[in-house]
């Protein structure tokens, strides 16, 4: 895998680049946490964010909230703060694993799968979300066309659908499109 390394400790940074590349992994990057997180992820492209820092900063954890919303990665926090706010603001920030008090070199690749798969279920559970919402609002659309339909035309519902769907079949769209264009048209219209 690939992956950067965000640190508030100089120090530490060559201990996790030795460890991550004796298993394997390619290290694309360290950056500093008071350094752009975002920039640093969209020039590297890590598959994987390591990050260790001795107590999170709100900034450090906002910073790690915007890169999971512009451009999300699996994040793995090594630290030392285990209290329970921390880790809660960490988890919204959308931390895939958190880890207190230390990182042993046995344990790193098993937390980087871990954290990858985490993710991945996450990714996977935030798109259905989004193709539900967006079916749901499709047939809000398509319900609110058929029901104009309904009341200016006199149709059944299933001729008014019929009617809905012959048109964007004839004008090569979705039907949701034909809908939003007969709901703007009778906008226009009053």
Same mark, same amino acid.
Request: avoid cysteine; hydrophobic fraction near 45%.
């Given at each position: ?48 964010? +390591? ?31 285990? =209290? ?63 029901? +104009?339909? +309904? ?17 964007? +079949? ?14 703007? =048209? ?5």
């Amino acid at each position: 895998m690939r992956v950067l390394i965000v640190f508030d400790r100089h120090e530490r940074v060559s201990f996790l680049q030795e460890i991550l590349q004796d298993d394997g992994h390619i290290v694309t990057g360290d950056v500093s946490v008071d350094e752009d997180l975002l920039r640093a992820i969209v020039l590297q492209q890590p598959d994987v964010v +390591m990050v260790d820092l001795q107590n999170p900063s709100r900034r450090a954890l906002e910073s790690i909230g915007k890169v999971n919303r512009e451009v999300p990665r699996p994040i793995v926090m090594f630290t030392a703060d285990g =209290s329970k706010h921390s880790i809660s603001v960490a988890v919204e920030a959308g931390i895939s694993a958190y880890i207190v008090d230390g990182l042993y070199e046995r344990q790193l690749n098993p937390l980087l799968e871990i954290a990858v798969a985490r993710f991945r279920k996450m990714q996977g559970l935030q798109d259905e979300l989004q193709k539900t919402r967006q079916s749901l609002n499709d047939r809000k659309v398509i319900d609110r066309a058929k029901g +104009m339909l +309904m009341n200016k035309r006199g149709m059944s519902e299933g001729k008014a659908y019929k009617a809905l769907r012959d048109m964007a +079949m004839g004008q090569n769209q979705r039907i949701v499109d034909v809908a939003n264009s007969l709901i703007a =048209s009778a906008k226009l219209l009053g």
